[in-house]
């Protein structure tokens, strides 16, 4: 039988009641140890310039450069560590949510249905924590898809099945 | 009209050695076409290439077109495709073999394209297109046109035509669309020429570029002086020569628009089948593609204040994974309002087109206000270079662009949602409507930063197959509320996005 009835958009359910599940605690060993790796190679290669370059201008201002970079680098280091809690996921009936960011927050959505394939992917680091990346593709551009870091292994295994159970539609 | 019979092997028209052949030599051309300059100037020079007289080059030249040849007919013989009850197969490759087996079911268009040299020898080519790539799947370069015609019609009869023993009667049709040559006139004139002139100008300074040498040797450059002969010229004529200049890149883009325009959407005609609707265009390049409503992700609508006031709309019909240079063909020029309607009627059938839309937050106008200022800013220092000591005097210009952009701009965004279609305007000159429909709808993301948190403003950024919409700026509130009730418009309904 057709119905049509008007919706209580208030009875939604809505994503501020969400109970968001933290990705592991694991992960932001990956990040400190990424980050750093940049900013090092970026201060070797410094310092290696330093040792080369003969330009008087460049060694007057070397101590400055040098310290704008350790600047940023415990600044960005800082923000990643604090915007490590942000990063959360929730999985609902119909929909995988994760959320992320805390100078830009963004929370994204995609309903179950629309998922085209999952992929699980693991850096040799994440190996070692026995970390995982889970990523939701769906059609249409690149940009829009999901990816999920910093799971546990096996979590992120049991997301996976489920996922996929559902996309094959067997549940 | 004979029927063809496409469930058994079959070769393209022997037209397509033709095809191939001048497609391969073009590539080829094109390829090399930098190296055989390299070459040619180097041969004027030096002497140690002496061995390359006229009759080797042209012994050289007729080998290499005699392989291209080879090649050619080679491909023809192993390039082969049958039709079978619901799927497409195509083998093709020389050294390479290669099957490519296509469902109809996931046919997302078929086209039919007639280039110069096919428009010649009187063939078209077919191209096959699924979601599944953004290049072309499938395309078959030369058929003549009535077996084109019939291939295309069988494509998109579905599995269903097996019982149905209702002789192939007509499919009524009718040209819903006629583009004049009038409003092709004008669609041209409204054209946006700062572009066409920055075409233009890139190409001229290409040329520039590549014959730098040549006008150095021959001395154009002071031939030109000494004709024009700024020096001795008064004030008065250095502002007329000026203002020659002007008007004359002004026409020159204006004619460059207008023939562009017309190259591109000659013929513009746009029929309505029973399910399908047809668009035929093209002067060199004849092209006639089928598009399906439940393959069109959304829909693109653009007029400005001048077209509006000549009732010109360019509708763009956005699909999924095509990709750019397609993309352009899925164009209708100059439709009136009252076809623009009728059109977006039979795509998204009960779209409203009016009702209340909303606006962003004013916070919108401040984020617009920092991005101009921003770029004001920047342009400052080139000005300081440029000009010198006056180079402040910009910034008269630079505020009343700032203020008229975040004016327009922000009268222009506006949203719009019902049960069934997303409406988001936006544009500064132009004005831009994207329609999309709920359940095509892939993935939706609330955005904040930091500082939109302290105010409760938020962004969401609706994407589907074909691209990403955004409702700026809105409070945190609504746009939680609009994310909550869009998901469950996907979600409560099991309706397919393709």
Known sequence: MFTNQQINLDALPTIDDL????????????????????????????????????????????????AVVIFIAIVNLMFCIMAFKTRKYAIREQDVIYTKGLLVNSIAAVPISRIQHLEISRTWLARK??????????????GIDLSIEGLDHSEAKKINDYLSERVNGTI | MAQFDFSHPARQSPKGIIIIFALNTYKFVARFFVLFLALGLSLSKNESFSFLNTTNIILMLLGIFIVILGFAILKYLNFKFYLDKDEFHLATGVFNKDTTILPKSKIQNVYIKQN?????????SLTIETAGDDKAEIEINALDRATALQLKAQLFTNAQLENSDVPAETPQQTIFFKASV??????????????????IISFVLGLFN??????????????????????????????????????????????????????????????????????????????????????????????NRLKSFFGLHTLSIKQAMINKKQQ??????????????????????????VGEFHKPDAYYKRVLILRAAVIGVLLNIPAFFIIGDYFWLINIGILAWIVLFVHFTYNKASFQITDEYLTVTSGFIDRVRQINQ??????????????????????????????????????????????????FKIESQDRNWM
């Open chain 2, 438 to 487: 709920l359940h095509k709808i892939q993935s939706v993301a609330l955005k904040q930063s930091f500082f939109q948190k302290q105010r409760q403003i938020a962004s969401l950024h609706i994407a589907t197959a074909s691209h990403t919409v955004k409702i700026p700026y809105i409070t945190e509130k609504n746009a939680k509320s609009i994310y909550d009730y869009l998901l």
């Open chain 1, 129 to 142: 924590l026995n970390l995982a990346t889970l990523n939701i593709f769906t059609a249409g551009e690149s």
């Open chain 2, 116 to 124: 110069f040299i096919q428009q010649i020898i009187n063939v078209v």
């Open chain 2, 210 to 303: 590549e014959f730098e040498k040549y006008v150095e040797d021959y001395q154009i450059a002071d031939r030109v002086k000494s004709t024009i002969n700024l020096q001795s010229g008064s004030f008065f004529n250095v502002l007329l020569a000026n203002l020659f200049l002007v008007m004359l890149a002004v026409l020159v883009s204006m004619l460059f628009s207008i023939i562009k325009t017309f190259i591109a959407n000659y013929n513009l005609e746009v029929v309505e089948n029973k399910d399908t609707i047809e668009i035929n265009k093209g002067l060199f390049n004849k092209l006639s593609l089928i598009l399906t409503p439940i393959r069109i992700q959304n829909l693109v609508i653009k007029t």
């Open chain 1, 19 to 66: 109970n968001y599940k933290p990705v592991s605690k694991q992960y932001l060993k990956i990040i400190i140890i990424n980050r750093s790796a940049i900013y090092l190679i970026i201060m070797a290669a410094l310092w290696i310039a330093k040792l080369k370059v003969m330009d008087h201008t460049f060694q007057n201002l070397f101590w400055y450069i040098f």
């Open chain 2, 328 to 353: 352009k063909h899925f164009k209708i020029v100059a439709l009136d309002k009252p076809q623009l309607a009728h059109l977006i009627e039979k795509i998204f059938s009960q779209y409203p087109g």
């Open chain 2, 182 to 199: 009038q409003r092709l006139l004008l669609e041209g004139i409204s054209q946006n020429h700062v572009r066409s002139f920055l075409i």
